[in-house]
């Protein structure tokens, strides 16, 4: 772990993998480096974290998954946005636009 490393703010999670599906197919350890090195290694998906998320996304109807070879040659089960989770990722993606202007309108402001 770097200093620069920090914890996802509660909430953020689907968010982001949400937001890495939108470029592809991935399997979990995939959008969990991705996720890292688009962050510039500041934020961090803990493996505990990311497969009760990706569980309950599928759940949700936002991904579905399908069993493939990784680049390894390794059987891993790949994610996929589904047409509610294209939805789903708007909803959340201004929700979190107008969160992080609010915060900023506020700390800026004392």
């Given at each position: ?86 939805k789903q990722l708007e909803v959340e993606t201004d929700s979190w636009r107008k ?5 900023a309108q506020i700390l800026e402001s004392v």
């Amino acid at each position: 772990m770097t200093d620069q490393h920090i914890d996802l703010p509660q909430g953020t999670l689907d968010l982001l993998i949400l937001r890495t599906l939108a470029l592809g197919s991935q399997h979990g350890w995939a959008i969990s480096e991705r996720v890292q090195q688009v962050s510039s290694d500041v934020l961090r998906i803990q493996q505990g974290s990311l497969y009760p998320a990706l569980h309950r996304l599928e759940r949700r109807g936002w991904i579905k998954a399908e069993w493939g070879m990784s680049e390894n040659n390794r059987r891993a089960k790949y994610y996929e946005l589904t047409r509610s989770g294209k939805k789903q990722l708007e909803v959340e993606t201004d929700s979190w636009r107008k969160l992080a202007a609010a915060v900023a309108q506020i700390l800026e402001s004392v």
